[in-house]
């Protein structure tokens, strides 16, 4: 059966879908976009900041349900510019330790509210 994330430490959804769904041991968190759940708006105009707020807005999700980042096993992250890829990059591996997750990265013409990074994840319950 198909479980609805919810939690109010991550910016609610903006469109018709969820901030994360479980079903049996997988959870999908949806992409997130570097807004502070608390005002509304971006954490920063740079991509340090922005990568930053989206991940923790992914790990607020994740631990509605009991887990964290240590529990991703998969993560797909749009850029709106690739020349930021080695900044994301930095601050991503703050979030993770050995084995690191699967990972795609790649350039989109445009993000929601012209964000300049956006992260989607997908979580193994078992892995807990």
Same mark, same amino acid.
């Given at each position: 059966?198909?479980?609805?994330?919810?939690?109010?430490?991550?910016?609610?959804?903006?469109?018709?879908?969820?901030?994360?769904?479980?079903?049996?041991?997988?959870?999908?968190?949806?992409?997130?976009?570097?807004?502070?759940?608390?005002?509304?708006?971006?954490?920063?105009?740079?991509?340090?900041?922005?990568? +930053?707020?989206? $991940?923790?807005? =992914?790990? !607020? @999700?994740?631990?509605?349900?009991?887990?964290?980042?240590?529990?991703?096993?998969?993560?797909?992250?749009?850029?709106?510019?690739?020349?930021?890829?080695?900044?994301?990059?930095?601050?991503?591996?703050?979030?993770?330790?050995?084995?690191?997750?699967?990972?795609?990265?790649?350039?989109?013409?445009?993000?929601? +509210?012209?964000? $300049?990074?956006? =992260?989607? !994840? @997908?979580?193994?319950?078992?892995?807990?």
């Amino acid at each position: 059966m198909k479980q609805e994330i919810v939690t109010k430490e991550a910016p609610a959804a903006i469109g018709p879908y969820s901030q994360g769904i479980r079903i049996g041991d997988l959870v999908f968190v949806s992409g997130q976009l570097p807004i502070d759940s608390q005002n509304g708006e971006f954490a920063g105009d740079d991509i340090l900041l922005q990568t +930053k707020k989206s $991940l923790e807005n =992914i790990k !607020a @999700i994740l631990n509605k349900v009991g887990l964290d980042m240590k529990h991703i096993i998969k993560t797909t992250v749009y850029l709106n510019d690739m020349n930021d890829f080695k900044s994301m990059n930095e601050i991503y591996a703050q979030f993770f330790n050995h084995p690191f997750p699967a990972r795609v990265a790649f350039e989109v013409a445009k993000l929601p +509210k012209n964000a $300049l990074v956006e =992260i989607e !994840a @997908i979580a193994y319950y078992q892995n807990k």
